[in-house]
């Protein structure tokens, strides 16, 4: 079927504003060993967003997701999410909110969910589950419940979501066993359509490489592992979304 020429020709102009608007995303410094690259149209409301000049982000997750081990709110990685974003996308009015959802249970997870979908109406939602989950030692029945619930409910609400594994840390895994929910967050990603950067292999890499050391205990030490985290974090997430709406 032919379209109409002013179809075609609003559909040009949309596409070309969209380019116009949008500069590759600053090259990561942060060695990984595979590039978080989300294909072309993978983030449909993320690129709405784009496109009309003002994007949205709902962060959600736990302390890393609040940054106090970085202190400072500026440090935190929705904030350099942020500030990548504004470099990469000029002109788009970007807003990235940050939520906590640290211990809480799938209840309450839920219920807040429905209230900040509400009330921040985000184009894209990013999202770090598993870490409470595995403290807990929730079965994986459950939390694989609890995340499918969650996907539905942003789809529903008409935002796009990008997931993260759980964080990895060397005196974590001596006393516990995160890896079935790192797996259970990459297989509900997949089954689900849904984009996932899997931050524990990430750290685990840098980790094992000496990029980071994610065992120290000197405390300044530790300000500067957590600011080079999330500085890392916020580069690769702004790559990967900015190649999605590409």
Request: hydrophobic residues 50%; neutral net charge; contains cysteine.
């Amino acid at each position: 079927m032919r379209l109409p020429c002013s179809m075609i020709r609003l559909a040009v102009a949309v596409g070309l504003s969209l380019a116009a608007c949008i500069q590759p995303a600053q090259a990561s410094t942060c060695p990984v060993p595979d590039a978080f690259v989300i294909p072309h149209g993978g983030l449909p409301a993320t690129q709405t967003g784009v496109a009309i000049g003002r994007l949205t982000i709902l962060t959600m997750g736990g302390s890393a997701t609040a940054g106090a081990a970085a202190r400072g709110a500026e440090f935190t990685y929705p904030a350099r999410l942020e500030a990548r974003l504004r470099a990469a996308l000029p002109g788009v009015d970007i807003k990235v909110v940050i939520r906590a959802t640290t211990r809480m249970t799938t209840a309450d997870l839920l219920t807040k969910l429905d209230a900040d979908l509400a009330a921040v109406r985000p184009g894209l939602v990013i999202w770090g589950p598993g870490a409470s989950a595995a403290a807990r030692g929730d079965d994986l029945e459950t939390f694989n419940s609890t995340l499918a619930e969650v996907m539905r409910r942003i789809k529903l609400a008409g935002a796009d979501l990008v997931m993260m594994t759980l964080q990895f840390a060397p005196s974590v895994v001596r006393v516990m066993n995160p890896y079935p929910y790192r797996m259970a967050v990459i297989r509900g990603g997949e089954m689900a359509g849904v984009p996932v950067l899997d931050r524990y292999e990430l750290m685990h890499f840098w980790s094992g490489s000496g990029f980071m050391n994610l065992d120290a205990t000197d405390a300044e030490d530790r300000v500067r592992v957590a600011r080079l985290l999330y500085d890392c974090m916020a580069d690769i997430l702004a790559e990967g979304i900015v190649s999605g709406v590409r």
